[in-house]
């Protein structure tokens, strides 16, 4: 996939700094025999929506999963990595690579993951078996196009804002739970979102 999409938002980007656990999880999987699945690309992405009604779906994609070595992950549940306020992650679904496809890749949305469709299907078993590149492979498309999309719906209901610096990814491989943090951001504002968001977080 190509690498994610960044300000495709209704705010701007709200990174956090994770270059620590991008090289943490690739010494990890080095050490062990069990594929560990993270983000491929970038390791500062994010997305903020100021003037968010409540009760209102927002989807966000653009987040390219993969495992560090072949096999398969079972996506369980998501979450809202150290959430403040009342934000809640409603579904969650992957689909093939877009791209591939002739697709754009979803940025932020304020439709379901069932009406943005093309492949979203939250009601499926969720699972990723690509492998992430290896250095030299990000621009080969034979390997890159097989890396899936993945996105989340959320939502919320009170507050003058509310989100996290990224996304707890639960799934079970070989047998056993595994959590992913994502490092994607997400923050819903009541008005604008202010510059300066909690755990880290840049609003627009």
């Not at 960044?6 to 990174?15: D, K, L, Q, S």
């Not at 030299?136 to 610096?165: C, H, K, N, R, Y």
């Amino acid at each position: 996939m190509r690498r994610p999409l960044h300000g495709v938002t209704e705010g701007g980007n709200a990174p956090g700094s994770y270059g620590s656990v991008t090289r943490y999880l690739l010494a990890c999987a080095a050490c062990g025999s069990t594929p560990v699945l993270r983000m491929e690309g970038d390791s500062k992405v994010g997305v903020s929506f100021g003037n968010a009604a409540y009760e209102q779906p927002r989807s966000v994609g653009s987040i390219s999963l993969c495992l560090t070595e072949a096999g398969t992950a079972t996506i369980t549940s998501a979450a809202i990595h150290g959430a403040a306020g009342d934000i809640r992650v409603e579904a969650f679904a992957v689909r093939p690579n877009p791209f591939a496809r002739g697709l754009d890749a979803v940025g932020a949305e304020s439709r379901t993951l069932v009406e943005i469709d093309s492949g979203f299907d939250p009601g499926a078993v969720q699972q990723v078996s690509a492998v992430c590149p290896a250095e030299g492979q990000m621009d080969d498309e034979s390997v890159t196009s097989l890396i899936p999309e993945f996105a989340v719906q959320v939502s919320w209901s009170s507050g003058d804002l509310a989100g996290g610096d990224g996304i707890d990814v639960n799934y079970e491989i070989n047998g056993s739970q595994h959590t992913a943090l994502v490092p994607f951001a997400i923050w819903v504002c009541r008005s604008e979102c202010p510059r300066s968001l909690p755990n880290g977080g840049v609003g627009s």
